[in-house]
């Protein structure tokens, strides 16, 4: 027999995950970032956007981002270390480091990238990184990428991570997200601080879903408990409350030293468009002079909580507004995912591998610009389908 060609594996493969019901589809939508749009056809309302704050659309902030084109171009032309830092970046990193009360704040090109980039910064092969089994996967490639030793404790276990740090040979770096992207659970951020103190170790939290969403003002849940100090890293997202691209990494003054030496992610990649980076910085001056925005976005993610009853799954951060439905077997998920799409909502239904095989799950995100009616309604199709074992 010939040796199977580079095809017949793609096949293979595809048919693969085919079979077993993990295979993803792109949809297509028409229009634009606005919850209201049309998905392969289907007037739908959105609830898998991470667009928390409706920032996307803010009139301030299309209009920045129009500005930047018109006035410097799209492109950033290259690597802040190849074509020179523009002032615009450095306006923002500043803003920032000023909102959240770090010395420092550094620019890059996503969150994926932002993760990578802090973990090769503080690790390599001297030191073990602690990473929660529920780690985004950015922060899971970033300890790939750091060369570290990596030690993955049990999902919110403070009590395993304590072991584990007990355990561990060279300097320790603790990583963690601070909301989880999958349920909305929040860290224990004292007690890994605490571990943190104890031990050394860098502490770097994960912010995406909690800038914009959590803490006094949208600053994330480190600033609400009250976690700071030069061993902690903040990573925060531009691509989601704040409704542009790219994202943060701000700390002490030698994490922006080390970043800009040893954060190959960071480094070897092209920073964020000038667009990009006005509708960033107007999306803070936006979350920064209407804070009411965020006490909206908890309005509705209750109102949507309270309508699931139990349904929902239980550990969120009572602010989240990821709310999630599990439903366990990936085939069940991915035909609810259909049925609520035949009812007018786009609700993304989750699988392995992007959650545990046996969680597969429904994942409700509410923004503040939804409507109360809106709310009601998916909460009151997400009921029914799940009810009525729906067929679309
Ligand atoms: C927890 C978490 N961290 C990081 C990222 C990556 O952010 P970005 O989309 O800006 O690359 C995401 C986005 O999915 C996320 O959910």
Known sequence: MPPSG???????????????????????????????????GRKVVVFSSNDYLGLSVHPAVREAASRAALE????????????????????????????????????????????????EALGGPDATI???????????????????????????????LAARLDG???????????????????ADLIAL??????????????????????????????????????????????????????AAVCGAEPVRHLLLQR?????????????????????LGVLIAEPELVLRLHQRARLLRRRLGERALPGAHPSSPIVAVLVGDPARTMELDLALWERGYLVQGLRPPTVEPGTSRLRLVVSAVHTEAEIEGVAAAVLSVVADGAQP
């Open 6 to 40: 580079p095809l017949d594996w793609a096949g293979e493969t595809l048919l693969a995950d085919e079979r077993a019901g993990l295979l993803r589809r792109l949809r297509r939508r028409e229009g634009g970032s606005e919850p209201r749009c049309e998905v392969d």
């Open 72 to 119: 410097l171009g799209v492109g950033s032309t290259g690597s802040r270390h190849l074509s020179g830092g523009h002032r615009a970046i450095a306006d923002l990193e500043e803003a920032l480091a000023d909102f959240l009360g770090t010395a420092t704040a550094t620019v890059a090109p996503s969150g994926y990238a932002a993760n990578v980039a802090i973990l």
């Open 130 to 160: 602690l990473s929660d089994a529920g780690n985004h996967a950015s922060l899971i490639d970033g300890c790939r990428a750091s060369r570290s030793r990596v030690a993955v404790y049990g999902h919110l276990d403070s009590a395993d």
């Open 168 to 186: 561990a040979e060279g300097r320790p770096i603790i990583v963690t997200d601070s909301v989880f992207s999958m349920d909305g659970a929040a």
């Open 193 to 246: 601080d605490r571990l943190a103190r104890r031990h050394s170790a860098w502490l770097v939290v994960d912010e995406a879903h909690a800038l914009g969403t959590t803490g006094p003002g949208g600053r994330g849940l480190a600033a609400e408990l009250g976690v700071a100090g030069d061993h902690v890293v903040r990573v925060v997202t531009f691509s989601k409350a704040l409704g542009a691209a790219g």
């Open 263 to 283: 954060g190959r992610a960071l480094i070897f990649s092209t920073a964020p468009t000038h667009p990009t980076i006005a509708a960033a910085r107007a999306a």
